[in-house]
């Protein structure tokens, strides 16, 4: 069983996706994201093989989960620096986690 102390050490907070453009170089059809964590934390950029589901446009402005306290990932000339959360459909495709309402950018899940 996890602790509650393993748990706090997951840093995941509230982002607001600025930007979605295609990532034609990864492996998998993904985008590149940059996102909104917050004075605290800044702008940072992920990647996400979420394109069965969602379009560039329909991302812009969406808040999602991230976890920020990962370390950063090279994909490609790409580097991610935090990981976004979604869960799997029935057919394996990426649904992103999505909150009941809006937060402030840089919240964090408690």
Known sequence: MLTWAEFERVDIRAGTILEAREFP???RP?????IDLGPEIGLKKTSAQITHHYQPTDLVGRQVLCVVNFPPK?????MSEVL???LPDAD????????A????NGSRLM
């Open 74 to 78: 090279q994909i490609g000339r790409f």
């Open 101 to 104: 309402g809006p937060v402030p």
């Open 92 to 99: 394996g495709h990426i649904v992103l986690t999505a909150l």
């Open 25 to 27: 170089e990864a492996r």
């Open 30 to 34: 993904a985008y590149q994201l940059v």
């Open 84 to 86: 976004i959360t979604g």
